[in-house]
């Protein structure tokens, strides 16, 4: 069995958090599929209601998708930022 450094060890963990950081994607996604979908429900139902619709849509999708881009800003500062060089 191979000894493994520490600096390795932190690596390795660094790339698993990473991982695991990037899942935070996976809800932005579907919430967003969501609202998307009772957004077209709704203009379907009020046409006329279309552009007060969409713009509340298109917000609430900016804010959930700030969840997905601080998991992902996570995982690239594990996988590019060194902590023992």
């Not at 429900?41 to 917000?59: E, F, H, Q």
Request: net charge neutral; hydrophobic share 50%; charged share 10%.
């Amino acid at each position: 069995m191979e000894n493994i450094s520490g600096q390795d060890f932190i690596y390795g963990m660094s790339a698993v958090g990473a991982g695991l950081a990037l899942i935070a994607g996976v809800g932005p996604g579907i919430g967003q599929g969501i609202a998307a979908g009772h957004a077209a429900a709704a203009v379907g139902r009020n046409p006329g209601a279309k552009s007060d619709i969409t713009s509340t849509m298109l917000l609430g999708q900016a804010v959930a998708e700030t969840t997905g881009l601080y998991g992902f800003v996570v995982a690239i500062i594990l996988m590019f930022v060194k902590p023992f060089k």
